[in-house]
């Protein structure tokens, strides 16, 4: 039995923002007393090239459990081959009101609405400076809250221009559901305009830096055919480092019974495991190898990792797989991983 499955039955007796933020203590606690060696010793390097980096497994972190990157050294203790950071916005927000997390063990499955609560990215990239991490770091970058979705392009390049010094590469979050509007990104006009004002300022960034640090786009998995075909239409013209499929669901037909279901917010977890390998699929088929896809979405365990990989992904991460399962799954899915490298 190891560690985490002794502590969880303790932790979700705690509300579930509570419990996320006394684990991400009890881990950090454990990385600087050097437990985290002994508890989660080093894995066997699996290592992958994608968007041109070298990563040494092809498992990472979603964007979500660290916010604000206080706990980056402590998570990559834990054996991922990338960890991702954010979603963090240009200046500092409170998120939506509390409750606003709420765990559906029934189904393995979270709500959250948090709302891109952060303390801005000039925070986060001081975090980023005090840690030891040498890996793939990625930082995620939304807009505010209060941003006009007409205005939402002027947020998401001050967090490019900021976070592209310390990014391993940055994700462009077009797909929470719980910024009101913020999914008109993906839609039509906005989404060619904003990925085609990204693509320019990366592009400048790359001169004036040295260095090319790659874009990838964050989906929704509420999308119809009809809208994956079209955002692979634009990765495919702007030339966009890649695509993680996906961010959370607004479906609430797999929970429909349960007490929560009326709960606003995103589902994740093994609800959306089936939409999100659908989307993976469908972009694969658009894209023919062109443009790598990183798969997020109801990963429990290493089967529904290679259900991913199958499905045409090059990389996976995890959230709530993690809440559920504990650090175990990284080692589980690494080990079961048979991936197809994607440039």
């Known amino acids: 039995m190891n560690i985490y499955s002794l502590i969880r039955p303790l932790l979700f007796t705690l509300d579930a923002e509570t419990a996320h933020t006394v ?36 498992v990472g972190l979603a964007a979500g459990l660290d916010k604000n990157g206080y706990y980056i050294d ?20 409170a998120g939506n009101p509390k409750p606003r997390l709420f765990r559906l063990p029934e189904h393995q499955a979270i709500i959250n609405r948090m709302g891109f609560n952060n303390l801005g990215i000039d925070h986060l990239l001081t975090q980023v400076k005090k840690s030891n991490y040498k890996g793939i ?13 007409e205005k939402a392009v002027d947020d998401y390049l001050i967090g490019l221009r900021k976070a592209y010094p310390a990014a391993s590469y940055i994700t462009i ?8 509007n913020l999914r008109q990104l993906q839609q039509g006009d906005e989404s060619r305009k904003l990925i085609a004002t990204l693509k320019e300022e990366q592009l400048k960034l790359q001169r004036e830096h040295g260095k090319y640090v790659p ?68 972009l694969s088929a658009e ?34 797989g993690l809440i559920y399962r504990g650090p175990e799954l990284i080692r589980e899915i690494v080990e079961g991983a048979r991936h197809k490298p994607q440039g």
């Open 23 to 58: 684990t991400l203590k009890l881990l950090k606690a454990a990385y600087v007393s050097g437990l985290s060696k002994r508890l989660y010793p080093t894995l066997k390097d699996k290592p992958v090239k994608v968007m041109g980096l070298d990563f040494k497994n092809p």
């Open 215 to 282: 874009l990838a786009l964050k989906i929704a998995p509420d999308l119809t055919g009809e809208d994956i075909s079209r955002i692979a239409k634009l990765l495919l013209e702007f030339e966009i480092d890649g695509v993680i499929a996906t961010n959370t669901t607004i479906d609430r037909t797999d929970i429909a019974n349960h007490p929560l279901a009326k709960e606003a917010g995103g589902l994740s977890g093994n609800p959306v495991k089936d939409k999100s390998t659908a989307v993976v699929k469908g």
């Open 287 to 320: 894209l023919q190898g062109k443009i790598p896809i990183i798969a997020a979405g109801g990963i429990l365990n290493a089967d529904d990792a290679q259900e991913k990989f199958a499905a045409g992904a090059s990389l996976v991460q995890v959230y709530t």
């Open 173 to 180: 979050n077009i797909s929470s559901p719980n910024t009101q």
């Open 74 to 93: 402590a998570l990559a203790a834990l054996g991922f081959g990338f960890i991702e950071i954010g979603t963090v916005t240009p200046r500092p927000q």
């Open 137 to 149: 770091l990625g930082i995620n970058i939304g807009k505010n809250f209060d941003t006009l979705i």
